[in-house]
């Protein structure tokens, strides 16, 4: 939730266009352990797909992306 909040400050602050803002998910971020939204190496998603993919199956992975590209 916290990565979710963090996110949305942050595209609001620099006034980013969620559906059009896009992020690749790193190796790491692949291999991200728990529950995730299946996501693999090299994968370019919008920050809104990536906040789907946070909120609805809790993925750690989206999570990970996020906070990679933001942080």
Same mark, same amino acid.
């Given at each position: 939730?916290? $990565?979710?909040?963090?996110?949305? !400050?942050?595209? +609001?602050? @620099?006034?980013?266009?969620?559906? !059009? $803002? @896009?992020? %690749?998910? &790193? !190796?790491?971020? &692949?291999?991200? %352990?728990? $529950? $995730? +939204?299946?996501?693999?190496?090299?994968?370019?998603?919008?920050? *809104?797909?990536?906040? =789907? /993919?946070?909120?609805?199956? &809790? /993925?750690?992975?989206?999570? =990970?992306?996020?906070? *990679? =590209?933001? /942080?």
């Amino acid at each position: 939730m916290m $990565t979710l909040i963090t996110v949305i !400050k942050l595209v +609001a602050r @620099f006034n980013l266009n969620p559906a !059009k $803002t @896009f992020i %690749t998910v &790193s !190796k790491a971020g &692949s291999h991200v %352990t728990g $529950t $995730t +939204a299946n996501l693999r190496e090299g994968d370019i998603l919008s920050v *809104e797909q990536l906040a =789907y /993919g946070m909120m609805l199956p &809790s /993925g750690n992975d989206a999570a =990970y992306t996020m906070a *990679e =590209y933001f /942080g």
